[in-house]
């Protein structure tokens, strides 16, 4: 049990085949998988540490919402996107037309982080997630 967790290590969390939701098997506080990473001194949310290997740091002020499953121990970082309490983002993705939806897949595509994304774009990173995945 007191193995050091690494990504990708499948034996603390098993997926979900009809739903592909990665439930956490470790231990849990509040519902949200919980799990000690080198280098921290207190324990981080599971989901938010999958989320930060893939897709980087999540904004400053921003949380993490399980918009796809709203299952709370959940660590898929597909399943989850920074959001604000108060920021529609599906309000400000109407903003953005066709050609920068195709502009930010491009660069995604090949190959730019969502930071990277938003450093060349301006796009706030929750609508960024909505531009690509939505
Ligand atoms: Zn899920």
């Not at 969390?13 to 098997?25: M, S």
Request: hydrophobic share 30%; with cysteine.
């Amino acid at each position: 049990m007191n193995k050091m967790f690494a990504y990708g290590d499948k034996n603390k969390y098993i997926v979900d085949p009809t739903t592909e939701c990665w439930l956490w098997h470790g231990s849990l506080s509040k519902g949200y998988g919980r799990l000690k990473v080198p280098g921290r001194t207190s324990p981080m949310r599971a989901h938010i540490y999958f989320y930060e290997q893939k897709y980087g740091p999540v904004p400053e002020g921003m949380e993490l919402d399980h918009f796809k499953c709203n299952t709370k121990r959940c660590v898929n970082p597909d399943h989850v996107r920074p959001e604000t309490h108060h920021n529609n983002v599906s309000k400000s993705v109407i903003k953005y037309s066709e050609q920068e939806r195709e502009h930010v897949k491009t660069l995604r595509n090949d190959g730019a982080t969502y930071l990277e994304i938003v450093r060349a774009t301006g796009i706030p990173i929750g609508t960024l997630h909505r531009l690509i995945h939505g």
